[in-house]
């Protein structure tokens, strides 16, 4: 399975963002998606999940109520809606996928290459 992330971009505080990973190679409905971001300068962290049934999400306590992940499997696309953005949103956003694994521990096996989003004050 190949990820492919877009959607990044420069925003100012408040604002939204939508991000998308499209999978190739294979079917997204199979596999348990996820989105991590890096900071400059900071780890690598989680920021939400959903289950390859989509009958469950997940998010960190730092995006919950701002951001929400959903899935269009007939697009094979899973998407992150990013709203009240704030400066500290500022990172490199990742999508993972996995057959198995649905955790908030970046273990999970297909990466994409990301997308960077700013977020000016």
């Known amino acids: 399975v190949q990820l492919q992330a877009s959607g990044g971009g420069l925003v100012q505080a408040g604002g939204s963002l939508r991000l998308s990973c499209a999978a190739s190679g294979g079917t997204d409905s199979g596999y348990h998606m996820a989105w991590f971001r890096q900071g400059p300068g900071k780890e690598r962290e989680f920021v939400a999940r959903?289950?390859?049934?989509?009958?469950?999400?997940y998010y960190a306590d730092s995006v919950k109520g701002r951001f929400t992940i959903s899935r269009d499997s007939a697009k094979n696309t899973v998407y992150l809606q990013m709203n009240s953005l704030k400066p500290e949103d500022t990172a490199v956003y990742y999508c993972?996928?996995?057959?198995?694994?649905?955790?908030?521990?970046?273990?999970?096996?297909?990466w994409g290459q990301g997308t960077l989003v700013t977020v000016s004050s």
């Open positions: 959903v289950k390859s049934s989509g009958s469950s999400t």
């Open positions: 993972a996928a996995d057959p198995l694994y649905y955790g908030r521990y970046a273990t999970y096996t297909y």
